[in-house]
């Protein structure tokens, strides 16, 4: 991939599709955003793999939701049977994982292929001893359920050391 910036509209569309799945796998929101802009479709997938997949292999939290908001499939699998949230679940990448959760992603989809065959998220991580991905998606089920306010205190508690909010004994 090169610079996008040249002129989306002189490419083909497979040639959009790769310049979206380049982009998306690197970390350049910038380029996906303008590449979806352009009409690029969000879940084209090259060798079973999409834009959103390759984001959430490689950790980019800001691209997983530039194509979320460009419309990509959150739980489209690959051709080897994982989600997205699979994907990232056993790679360790624990805020894609919270990010995909927090757009919809379906974190009881089971896997329907290869090595993914009746696996979830969360086993996925286990398997790989993806601790925090697997504490994320462990305490999603609790956590969708909060109100708003209570969803806010758990972000602020997660962002300040334990000892300051433990209770003495």
């Known amino acids: 991939g090169g610079s996008l910036f040249y002129s989306t509209c002189s490419l083909s569309t497979e040639e959009n599709e790769e310049e979206l799945r380049d982009a998306a796998e690197n970390g350049r929101k910038a380029e996906v955003r303008v590449l979806l802009a352009a009409g690029t479709d969000p ?9 959103l997949e390759a984001a959430a292999n490689n950790g980019s939290e800001e691209v997983v939701g530039a194509l979320a908001e460009g ?8 051709n080897n049977g994982a989600t997205p949230l699979m994907v990232a679940a056993e ?3 624990s805020g894609v994982v919270r990010r995909l959760l927090e757009l919809g992603a ?10 993914w065959e009746g696996k ?18 462990r305490g999603w089920p609790t956590y969708k359920a909060l109100s708003e306010e209570d969803k806010a ?14 209770r003495t004994p």
């Open 153 to 166: 205190k758990a972000r602020i508690q997660h962002l300040v050391p334990t000892h300051f909010y433990k």
């Open 106 to 115: 379906d974190h009881t989809a089971v896997g329907t292929g290869g090595g």
């Open 91 to 93: 790679h360790g990448r």
């Open 71 to 78: 419309g990509a499939d959150l739980d489209k699998a690959t």
């Open 43 to 51: 879940n084209a997938s090259w060798g079973g793999w999409t834009a």
């Open 120 to 137: 979830t998220a969360l086993v996925a991580a286990e398997e790989r001893g993806e601790e925090e991905a697997a504490a994320v998606l």
